[in-house]
């Protein structure tokens, strides 16, 4: 069982930045790689970002490609999605979930997600 709490959401302006954290409960989190997703009103829950278990191997959505990282430190069981230059198409509800492998995340499998944390963005 891996418990997800995610943490580091706000309001910022277009332009700006924002670090988002969820930290994980657990002793697999190292065995899972994980994942970001964001849900904005009205909208379907859309990938973001997933890293592999070991933070060897790292994909992104191309709306996020070049403006968001994702890192994670499995000594401290946390996986955490740097956003820059933050547009307001990106204001959502973002999730981390823990996931098989970067395929699964992807396809939206994923065997725990916490509760969310919301990013707004101001034009």
């Known amino acids: 069982q891996v418990q997800l709490v995610e943490s580091g959401g706000g309001l910022v302006q277009a332009g700006g930045s924002l670090r988002l954290s969820c930290a994980a409960s657990?002793?697999?989190?190292?065995?899972?790689?994980m994942g970001w997703f964001r849900q904005a009103p009205g909208k379907e829950r859309d990938f973001v970002a997933a890293?592999?278990?070991?933070?060897?191997?790292?994909y992104y959505a191309d709306s996020v490609k070049g403006r968001f990282t994702i890192s994670r430190d499995n000594a401290k069981n946390t996986v955490y999605l740097q956003m820059n230059s933050l547009k307001p198409e990106d204001t959502a509800v973002y999730y981390c979930?823990?996931?098989?492998?970067?395929?699964?995340?992807?396809?939206?499998?994923?065997?725990?997600w916490g509760q969310g944390t919301q990013v707004t963005v101001s034009s």
């Open positions: 657990g002793r697999t989190f190292s065995s899972y790689a």
């Open positions: 890293i592999s278990w070991s933070g060897g191997s790292t």
């Open positions: 979930a823990a996931g098989a492998s970067i395929r699964d995340l992807i396809a939206t499998m994923y065997d725990y």
